[in-house]
């Protein structure tokens, strides 16, 4: 029932609008030059009769695209937005009506708002154009040659390079959803594909139980080679430090650093064969 409702008042609303847009008288040639000149001067006033006076132009083309699944009312409105654009750049010096000039202005705004509206994710004009190219000449091809064409040889025909081709197929990708509510059973949530680690019991365990054995194997070691090492892999929490820093810090030079922190490690492995990486 509000379905049916929203549409009735839709309908009264279009209604409405044909009959204000059917009042509006029509321009004859020399009224559009003269608005167009006037326009060129800065007049809004003279815009906004030009506009007017072509909205049921506007109304012509968007019912030639109603067949799709895009309300009436979304179509008129989003040609008015390129009546709009044409007005704002037509050139009366161009001796062409200024019907002709907006026609193509109209049904590039409604063709890209059909476009839009399948999509998930709105994509450049000039990126819907290029995969309409690529589609295009994969149909011709594969007939061609029997066989699908390689990006290379799309790339070929088109002019462009092959990671081109292949960024634009990937934009034209269906968008798979995260989540499926079908009770299917190959139906299922994202967490059944990638693993949920933001908390894992198990492996915080495993950490900790690293940095236990870590710092016992760094009681055997000498103080200015257990600090280097707890400098060297952040166990002080401040990020991992460079020889520079730790000299500074220990009144040591870098080399001097280096060196300690080699005779450690080496000590560790001799003394140790399960090191553990405290990362």
Same mark, same amino acid.
């Given at each position: 029932m509000p379905s049916r409702t929203q549409n009735a008042m839709t309908e009264d609303s279009l209604k409405m609008y044909y009959e204000r847009v059917k009042l509006i008288p029509l321009l004859s040639a020399e009224e559009e030059r003269e608005l167009s000149m006037r326009i060129q001067m800065g007049e809004d006033a003279a815009r906004s009769r030009l506009i007017e006076a072509n909205l049921r132009l506007v109304i012509k083309i968007a019912r030639s695209f109603s067949n799709f699944d895009i309300p009436l009312v979304d179509l008129i409105q989003e040609g008015n937005m390129g009546l709009i654009k044409a007005a704002e750049r037509f050139d009366y010096r161009k001796n062409v009506r200024f019907s002709t000039y907006a026609s193509w202005w109209i049904k590039q705004a409604v063709t890209r708002s059909l476009v839009n509206s399948r999509r998930a994710i709105r994509l450049p004009h000039r990126k819907e154009e290029l995969i309409r190219r690529i589609h295009k000449i994969y149909g011709d091809l594969s007939q061609s040659l029997s066989r699908e064409p390689t990006h290379a040889e799309l790339a070929k025909e088109l002019g462009i390079s092959a990671q081109a081709v292949r960024e634009a197929l990937e934009l034209s990708s269906a968008i798979v959803? *995260?989540?499926?509510?079908?009770?299917?059973?190959?139906?299922?949530?994202?967490?059944?594909?990638?693993?949920? *680690?933001?908390?894992?019991?198990?492996?915080q365990f495993e950490r900790e139980q690293d940095r236990t054995r870590t710092l016992a194997l760094l009681e055997e070691l000498m103080d200015r080679e257990r600090k280097v090492l707890m400098y060297r892999f952040e166990f002080y929490g401040t990020g991992r430090s460079t020889l520079k820093t730790i000299g500074q810090t220990m009144g040591l030079s870098a080399e001097t650093v280096r060196q300690i922190e080699k005779r450690a490690l080496r000590k560790l492995r001799e003394r140790n064969t399960e090191l553990y990486e405290y990362a």
């Open positions: 959803p *995260l989540e499926t509510e079908h009770d299917e059973e190959d139906c299922g949530s994202v967490i059944d594909v990638f693993e949920d *680690l933001t908390y894992s019991p198990d492996i």
